[in-house]
């Protein structure tokens, strides 16, 4: 499995065909305190770039993009009741949704781990 | 409008260093770079309902209005009884356009010294409107009444049901003198210091005008105590929308009056019959017939905030539009404040809001959503 980053803060790990996206530890400490995640429902059709999810701070509302074309396959269940675990374990068990890619080669624009902690020294 | 526009340039709080060396995220707002959050919103909203919070507000305006007729010339441009007002008392008022608008809501003191000295007033107006209500008060107040704009001093507020005795450590017996809306003024570390007892979280607390220069002192004083922690604008605008408190800018502004603003308690019951204040024919008439639209609050059903801008239905027809929203850590659920239409304003009347092409119901709600635990006079502390 290998994990990529984008510049807007999300992660995404793949598995094959396969894989899993959230926001990272870097995002969650920006956004603060997470009262709401609003995720994409099974069967959605998301395209690189694009709105996915939004996640709502005490403060205010910030949209989340998807780093790659795919298909939802589910949204993460367990945020609905316990929000503030994109703040515990963002990269974790507070991932937003899985979705099967559409085009592998989309991968090959994002960043590896050394780069998005040199790109985030650079904030 | 040169005068704003020559303000566009964010200036720096007397704190600012102060604030950084203690972990805070700074943020511009009402041009200054400000503390949003040090720890963290919802624990920085708990800490202060729970203990005491120090709250820079060194941003908002503090003014001297000073004169012979100095109350008279303030109750033509705001509807409160400044004749009537004590020294040492404070009242919350409104500071109205020509046609009724609400240009600020502001908080007025009774400093004059002594019984027959010249009448003197402290106004505290909001930090984003302090430069347009200098020049509004300068246009509009006699001659006779001088106007001045103490920007060589700092305020902080401290808020939280610890906050009396915290502060009685360092001032002995301000918690004794004084009750919610009262003000005195003392001497602390070889400086005075202005001292009103009330603040803008639903909580008990202090506003405290320092020397800018000297403020750091103050604040390191404060916090030195651990009942005390600084808080953030992010937790000053969660606890205000719990306590049901208007943000100018977002719940008042220009386009409404005080009836449709639900700030009609403001309007004493001697300028009620007497009017002569800026839009009183218009606000009067309000007050008698009833407002066209109404700020409300709204108990938002779910977990999903509904924020400001979002508009609110009543069935299809839209019907009001949220002025400020969000999730309320004590209530432990999103609330929010908004207009609606005179016929939807009842308590327990559904609603719904629109947020992302959803619908989301509200019930529009009792302010405050937080009780009220101001230190009344009479009553038991």
């Not at chain 2, 808020?159 to 301000?174: C, I, S, W």
């Amino acid at each position: 499995m290998t994990r990529y980053f984008t510049e807007d803060h999300e992660w995404i790990e793949v598995d094959g065909d396969t894989a899993t996206v959230g926001i990272t530890d870097y995002a969650q400490g920006q956004l603060g305190d997470i009262v709401f995640v609003e995720v994409p429902a099974g069967g959605t059709a998301l395209s690189k770039g694009g709105e996915a999810a939004v996640v709502e701070s005490v403060k205010a509302a910030s949209d989340v993009y998807s780093p790659v074309s795919g298909t939802v396959t589910e949204g993460n269940p367990a945020l609905e009741d316990d929000p503030a675990l994109v703040n515990t374990a963002p990269e974790g068990d507070g991932w937003f949704f899985k979705l099967t890619i559409t085009d592998a080669g989309e991968l090959d624009g994002l960043m590896d781990e050394a780069a998005y902690k040199a790109f985030c020294d650079t904030l | 409008m040169s005068e704003t526009e020559d303000q566009v340039e964010t200036q720096m709080l007397p704190l600012d260093g102060w604030h950084r060396a203690r972990g805070a995220r700074m943020v511009p707002f009402a041009g200054y770079e400000m503390p949003i959050q040090y720890e963290g919103i919802m624990a920085e909203h708990e800490w202060a309902r729970t203990h005491a919070g120090l709250f820079d507000v060194s941003h908002m305006g503090q003014l001297i209005v000073e004169g012979d007729g100095a109350a008279e010339a303030l109750e033509a441009i705001m509807p409160g009884d400044f004749s009537a007002l004590k020294p040492g008392r404070i009242r919350y008022s409104l500071l109205l356009a020509e046609d009724g608008g609400i240009l600020d809501d502001l908080m007025v003191t009774n400093v004059t010294e002594s019984e027959g000295a010249t009448p003197r007033y402290y106004v505290v107006v909001n930090g984003a409107t302090k430069w347009d209500d200098i020049g509004f008060l300068r246009e509009h107040l006699p001659d006779e009444i001088t106007l001045n704009h103490l920007d060589d001093r700092g305020l902080l507020a401290l808020q939280g049901p610890e906050a009396a005795a915290v502060l009685d450590t360092l001032v002995p017996g301000v918690a004794d003198e004084l009750s919610f809306m009262q003000g005195t003024s003392r001497e602390w570390n070889g400086a005075p210091l202005g001292i009103g007892r009330g603040g803008y979280t639903g909580e008990d607390g202090f506003e405290l005008s320092y020397p800018a220069d000297k403020l750091e002192d103050l604040a390191n004083a404060l916090v030195a105590d651990e009942r005390v922690r600084p808080i953030g604008l992010g937790a000053r605008d969660s606890l205000r929308l719990e306590a049901g408190l208007p943000l100018y800018g977002h719940d008042l502004d220009e386009s409404v009056d005080p009836v449709e603003g639900s700030a009609a308690f403001a309007i004493s019951k001697a300028r009620r019959e007497q009017g002569g204040f800026h839009g009183a024919e218009r606000i009067l008439a309000a007050l008698a017939n009833g407002p066209a639209k109404k700020l409300v609050g709204f108990s938002v059903e779910g977990r999903m905030p509904v924020r400001e801008g979002a508009p609110v239905f009543a069935g299809t027809e839209e019907v009001g539009r949220v002025t400020s929203g969000g999730f309320a850590p004590t209530v432990g659920a999103p609330i929010a404040m908004g207009y609606v239409a005179a016929a939807y304003t009842a308590p327990g009347t559904a609603l719904e809001a629109e947020v992302r092409g959803k619908r989301v119901p509200l019930t529009v709600a009792q302010m405050p959503f937080v009780p009220h635990r101001y230190h009344r006079k009479g009553a038991a502390k």
